[in-house]
């Protein structure tokens, strides 16, 4: 059995949220230099041995593969998720790597080339803001402003929103979606029919239940949230969109959006 290996537990959260927030400064000033294409390629029958192993011992297909920045290991890419697999496939990790000496995820840096590669980027103009769930924190500032794609049911979105709380002159625009099971389709439905629907979306991210203010309430939004979703190849929540359009995936804390909303200020 392939034994799964996390190394989060080992990296403090002040050193991960400094890897993460040097990655997102990173974003919109240099890209991230390409791996050299020697160091990157994986002779065409050690990588079919490799895909099988990987897939034989997981159960997913890797979509590519390419050497890892450490010895030894390889990156078994799935889609935008990154594994780090040894030839034999007995060793197998999930998680962050990080480069003590810069301080910067390079799992989160490869991540957000793959999505510069593969994701369709955000374009403000033809967003229906009807469609989502307008919250605001302070004063409505030109650029202070995160477009996120969430699930009501979604752990990481729920932790996402004491640091959202914690920004000042901040607005969101929340599109609920549901990728989580049917229970996140009736919790958004909930939501969607209620009065006050930032409030009820904020309560429900505190883990509490909204019940259904009635049938006759028009929840088509929800189903074009969903296609939203699909056009824009969100498959995780949270996904987070900065004004300039950049992508940001999975749950960040505040100074690491910070970092991110002031270096997108910056590209303009």
Not at 21 to 28: C, E, I, N, P
Not at 63 to 78: D, K, L, N, R, S
């Amino acid at each position: 059995m392939t034994k799964m290996v996390t190394f989060s537990k080992l990296l403090t959260p002040k050193l991960l949220a400094l890897a993460f927030a040097t990655v997102a400064m990173t974003a919109h000033s240099a890209p991230p230099e390409a791996p050299k294409a020697k160091a990157a390629a994986v002779e065409a029958k050690l990588a079919d041995r490799l895909g099988r192993l990987f897939t034989l011992k997981t159960g997913m297909t890797a979509t590519a593969i390419e050497a890892a920045p450490i010895g030894g290991f390889y990156e078994m890419i799935v889609g935008n998720s990154i594994y780090y697999m040894e030839p034999t496939g007995t060793w197998l990790f999930d998680g962050q790597l990080v480069n003590l000496e810069t301080r910067t995820s390079v799992t989160a840096l490869k991540k957000q080339s793959l999505n510069q590669e593969v994701k369709p980027v955000l374009d403000w103009r033809t967003l229906n803001l009807n469609d989502a769930i307008k919250t605001q924190r302070g004063n409505a500032v030109k650029g202070r402003v995160l477009v996120l794609f969430e699930d009501p049911n979604c752990g990481f979105c729920r932790n996402l929103h004491p640091e959202l709380d914690s920004m000042p002159n901040l607005v969101t625009y929340t599109y609920p979606i549901a990728i989580l099971g049917p229970n996140s389709t009736a919790k958004n439905e909930a939501v969607w029919c209620s009065k006050d629907r930032s409030a009820a979306w904020a309560t429900t991210m505190k883990g509490a239940n909204i019940a259904k203010s009635g049938d006759d309430c028009d929840t088509s939004a929800l189903q074009r949230n969903q296609e939203l979703a699909a056009k824009l190849s969100v498959s995780e929540t949270p996904t987070i969109f900065l004004a300039d359009g950049t992508r940001l995936r999975g749950f960040m804390n505040a100074a690491a959006m910070e970092k991110a909303l002031g270096a997108a200020g910056q590209s303009k």
